[in-house]
């Protein structure tokens, strides 16, 4: 499956939140979009489920239409967008990132879940600040972040 999305409108922006996996035929899908934003965009990466490296190509040519006269917000990057931003800075452009998914296991019980962080909130202030504690949502247990946090986090 390629990528696809949907476009909504959130105040004065238009939101695409994209969904399945950012390939060879995003080439084709995403120049399509261009026509359908204002100069203000969000895009929302929580449903995209794998990204390859003609995908990758294919997103920083968009972005940089994209952020020719626009202003650009990424939400809900996963941990698969964040190491892409921290690996190739040009993936991230001048755009914000507003929200990130970072993957944690239980040291007790193993579950593997995603916390939330959000700037203005709990995003940590610097890539060395620390993220704080995050607990295990089956057992309350402590979690360890499945990257190091001043990895995770070099992007800020
Ligand atoms: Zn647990």
């Known amino acids: 499956m390629g990528v696809s999305g949907q476009i909504s409108k959130i105040g004065d922006s238009e939101k695409l939140s994209l969904v399945g996996d950012i390939n060879e035929d995003a080439d084709i899908y995403f120049p399509t979009l261009l026509k359908a934003f204002g100069n203000k965009v969000i895009i929302n990466f929580k ?71 959000t700037a203005g909130k709990n995003m940590p202030a610097s890539a060395d600040s620390g993220a704080g504690e995050v607990a295990c949502v089956k057992c309350n247990k402590p979690t360890e972040m499945d990257e190091l946090e001043e990895e995770f986090f070099a992007w800020l």
């Open 47 to 117: 449903a995209v489920s794998s990204i390859n490296s003609c995908g990758v190509r294919a997103w920083i040519t968009f972005l940089r239409e994209l952020e020719a006269g626009r202003s650009v917000t990424f939400e809900e990057c996963t941990p698969d967008i964040i190491s892409q931003i921290n690996m190739i800075p040009n993936f991230r452009g001048k755009s914000a990132v507003n929200s990130v998914y970072a993957g944690y296991t239980c040291q007790s019980c193993g579950n593997a879940q995603l916390h939330l962080f």
